[in-house]
């Protein structure tokens, strides 16, 4: 069974930073690519990073360039998130999403709330 469990969402201040987690398990993690998407209140969930199974990341929201960094343990099969100079418009409920085959599969998601 296939699951994906995030965490290290909160409250922080702008300008702030935050770590998010992503555990992984039921499937061969260390095969996919991986992704990070988010979806702020009112708005279409949104992909922003994604990373593939050599490593390489691909941002594919402009609005993180420089600030958001993703990466991957495939020992722990953990896929991690990086926010650095948080700003209130990244506040969204954020998602570790994978593709196999046409299926997509999702976390249950962790809030992450930028507001001083």
């Known amino acids: 069974q296939v699951q994906l469990v995030e965490s290290g969402g909160g409250l922080v201040q702008p300008g702030g930073s935050l770590t998010l987690s992503c555990v992984a398990s039921g499937f061969t993690f260390s095969s996919y690519t991986m992704n990070w998407y988010r979806q702020a209140p009112g708005k279409e969930r949104e992909l922003v990073i994604g990373?593939?199974?050599?490593?390489?990341?691909?941002n594919y929201a402009d609005s993180v360039n420089g600030r958001f960094t993703i990466s991957r343990d495939n020992a722990k099969n953990t896929l991690y998130l990086q926010m650095n100079s948080l700003k209130p418009e990244d506040t969204a409920v954020y998602y570790c999403?994978?593709?196999?085959?046409?299926?997509?599969?999702w976390g249950q998601g962790t809030q992450v709330t930028v507001s001083s």
């Open positions: 990373i593939s199974s050599a490593g390489r990341s691909t």
């Open positions: 999403n994978f593709r196999r085959g046409w299926t997509p599969y």
